[in-house]
């Protein structure tokens, strides 16, 4: 590969006539071929925080669901004590159908938190089945996954990760109960969005070279060429 006079130029970036520790992150970037300030990603997010949703049946009135939002509220339990108020408890076989508000695309998990604990008729779920539809009438299934036995207290998830992306609004997680009880902690749906990130992340993430490989770069870089033992090349200054 071959630096450009505007790429050589570009990667004396304070102009001192030498390549220096910052210059060499732009070479990098350029033996990379990231050397563009910003590229556009999928990211996994969760896109279901704070949204509304109805389960049937209800959390019980001893185990509440307070203002029917702690399932979307982001706040993940770190205690295992049923009784703690992040839990909601639900009496058999449960459905959450949460609405996330318009039709999103590239959806592409889908989660539940749930308590594990084999106390006062309480174990973990068995399942979790997914359903997706833009209606409420007609659903289509997603996956399912089943889920392991009590070994010991904890606050564990299920996910379900289709095979491909889906777009939908609303969005079901059909809960098969392992006993009598239920208690979920969270139910989480996520998309891949476009973002835009800045490529040097890439570039750090990528170089795999060591400080003595640096310092020969760096040095063969002052004269005009940098070697990039990663990819085998030499770049040289034109």
Same mark, same amino acid.
């Given at each position: 590969?071959?630096?450009?006079?505007?790429?050589?130029?570009?990667?004396?970036?304070?102009?001192?006539?030498?390549?220096?520790?910052?210059?060499?992150?732009?070479?990098?970037?350029?033996?990379?071929?990231?050397?563009?300030?910003? %590229? $556009?990603? #999928?990211?996994?997010?969760? !896109? *279901?925080? =704070?949204? @509304? &949703? /109805?389960?049937?049946?209800?959390?019980?009135?001893?185990?509440?669901?307070?203002? %029917? $939002?702690? #399932?979307?509220?982001?706040? !993940? *339990?770190? =205690?295992? @004590? &049923? /009784?703690?108020?992040?839990?909601?408890?639900?009496?058999?076989?449960?459905?959450? %159908?949460?609405? #996330?508000?318009?039709?999103?695309?590239?959806?592409?998990?889908?989660?539940?938190?749930?308590?594990?604990?084999?106390?006062?008729?309480?174990?973990?779920?068995?399942?979790?089945?997914?359903?997706?539809?833009?209606?409420?009438?007609?659903?289509?299934?997603?996956?399912?996954?089943?889920?392991?036995?009590?070994?010991?207290?904890?606050?564990?998830?299920?996910?379900?990760?289709?095979?491909?992306?889906?777009?939908?609004?609303?969005?079901?997680?059909?809960?098969?109960?392992?006993?009598?009880?239920?208690?979920?902690?969270?139910?989480?749906?996520?998309?891949?969005?476009?973002?835009?990130?800045?490529?040097?992340?890439?570039?750090?993430?990528?170089?795999?070279?060591?400080?003595?490989?640096?310092?020969?770069?760096?040095?063969?870089?002052?004269?005009?060429?940098?070697?990039?033992?990663?990819?085998?090349?030499?770049?040289?200054?034109?």
């Amino acid at each position: 590969a071959t630096l450009t006079s505007a790429q050589q130029s570009r990667a004396d970036v304070n102009e001192d006539g030498k390549i220096s520790a910052v210059d060499y992150i732009i070479i990098k970037r350029i033996a990379l071929g990231t050397l563009e300030s910003s %590229v $556009s990603k #999928l990211v996994r997010e969760a !896109v *279901s925080y =704070g949204k @509304t &949703y /109805t389960a049937s049946p209800s959390a019980s009135a001893t185990y509440p669901d307070t203002g %029917v $939002s702690e #399932l979307t509220d982001a706040s !993940v *339990s770190s =205690g295992t @004590t &049923y /009784t703690n108020a992040s839990f909601s408890g639900y009496e058999g076989n449960t459905d959450v %159908v949460v609405n #996330l508000g318009s039709k999103i695309s590239n959806l592409s998990a889908f989660e539940l938190s749930y308590l594990s604990v084999d106390i006062d008729g309480i174990l973990p779920p068995e399942s979790l089945t997914v359903y997706g539809s833009n209606n409420k009438s007609t659903w289509s299934k997603l996956g399912t996954v089943s889920i392991p036995s009590y070994t010991s207290d904890a606050v564990l998830s299920a996910t379900v990760v289709p095979a491909s992306y889906s777009t939908y609004q609303y969005i079901k997680f059909s809960i098969i109960a392992g006993a009598h009880w239920l208690f979920i902690d969270e139910v989480i749906v996520y998309a891949d969005v476009p973002v835009t990130v800045d490529n040097s992340e890439d570039a750090y993430t990528a170089d795999t070279l060591t400080n003595t490989y640096r310092k020969q770069q760096l040095a063969s870089a002052a004269s005009g060429t940098a070697y990039d033992p990663s990819r085998g090349e030499t770049l040289v200054s034109s």
